[in-house]
């Protein structure tokens, strides 16, 4: 009889046990659930990071316009996406010779296959002239299988980079001591312009024969000589309600004409020109150029006037 007492006290003491328990709350099993898949997506992603990068490389988008960063050939790469893994493109490019003013030209096109960063592609027009085009971000980096597939004056291997991918760039600014005319420096080169501003719609030398090289962007109206292969000036317009309070910031020693203001940087003898446009007083015509002797004379003599 002793001995059933025990047992039986031993089973109430085992369902009091069980009974005060409390019951499991909903919201922890929920945040509990959420963290287990959290953690088995992390393990997921560190057992397989290829497949999580060639998720990332589906979703970028291939097809568009892609400018070629020449210091002087004009190219333009488009592709075409046709599926998941076949592309179509047309690759161009030209050149004007700077001596004689010919105009050169070398075309490419056909199908190419994607395969991650990678499109190898074929050319229909020399079968022995494919290639690959190897993604970086939005850098398209051409290699072609030799030599032969350039002409002399075109050869297009190299970088382009997608034209939907171009930002605007600021009015005007000073960066290490010198002016950024819509972000271009007297320190650039013609890519580095178009790496900003895509193609213009003329480069070579200058028809009138007054500037060794040019890029104009009418459309931006932005226009940009060079000496060397960097720019010696740099020209564009702006309505003067965006103008004034832009230049206004800037600093440097000021100085005035009968025609126009100027803007000097002593250190690096860079000058700011602006003046308002003749045919319209609403708009701001500006440039960027080294300072000359003209500027010099013209402040020696009183024809330029530093203000106070």
Known sequence: MGKFVLIFLSFLAILAGCESKPAADPAKKEILANTEKSLASAQQSEENPQQEQEETEEAFDWSGEWVFLSDDNLGNLKIEKVDEETIRYHLGGSVINPVNGSSY????????????????????????????????????????????????????????IKADSLKEQPLLEIKNGQFLVRGISMWDTPSTVKEMHGNPAYEGPDEEGFYEWIQDYEDKKL??????????????????????????????????????????????????????????????????????????????????????
């Open 105 to 160: 030209a070398n075309v490419m096109e056909g199908t190419g296959m994607i395969s991650g960063n990678t499109i190898t592609y074929t050319n229909e027009l020399s079968e022995d002239c494919g290639g690959t085009m190897e993604r970086n971000g939005n850098i398209i980096t051409v290699t072609a299988a030799n030599g032969a597939c350039h002409t002399p004056q075109v050869y297009l291997d190299g970088d382009y």
């Open 223 to 308: 226009f940009v000589s060079y000496s060397n292969n960097q720019p010696d000036s740099v020209h564009t317009e702006a309505p003067a309600d965006v103008f004034i309070p832009e230049v206004e910031k800037l600093s440097g020693e000021r100085y005035t004409s009968e025609d126009a203001n100027y803007i000097y940087l002593p250190e690096k003898e860079q000058l700011l020109i602006y003046q308002t446009k003749a045919e319209d007083p609403s708009v701001i015509t500006l440039f960027t150029a080294y300072a000359d002797g003209n500027f010099h004379a013209g402040v020696e003599n009183g024809w330029i006037v530093k203000e106070e």
